[in-house]
């Protein structure tokens, strides 16, 4: 079962999630990647896997060493997990 996958950092930005994004795809595993500013201040990235484990082997193989490399301080921020029930994408008109 599809999942979506949030992690609402409060200390990222649009600079560090270029960096992180420079020359990068969809993760693997991922159909769709939305990033923005959190309502709240900091960064806001949502994508949806195939699966949690998809998105936690992301996490943990590619994000977590993309965000150091990319200078990003602090803790690691927290990543919630929840199933897709419908999804739908389109072209505007």
């Keep these: 079962m599809s999942v979506v996958m949030m992690i609402d950092n409060p200390h990222g930005s649009q600079e560090?999630?270029?960096?992180?994004?420079?020359g990068r795809r969809l993760p693997i595993g991922g159909s769709v990647h939305l990033a923005g500013p959190?309502?709240?201040?900091?960064?806001r990235v949502i994508d949806v896997f195939d699966s949690e484990e998809e998105g936690r082997r992301f996490v943990r193989d590619e994000l977590a060493p993309a965000l150091r490399a990319a200078g990003a301080?602090?803790?690691p921020p927290p990543v919630e997990f929840w199933p897709v029930y419908r999804c739908v994408t389109g072209v505007p008109a």
């Design 38 to 43: 959190g309502p709240n201040g900091g960064w």
């Design 73 to 75: 301080q602090g803790p």
């Design 16 to 22: 560090i999630y270029e960096r992180v994004a420079a």
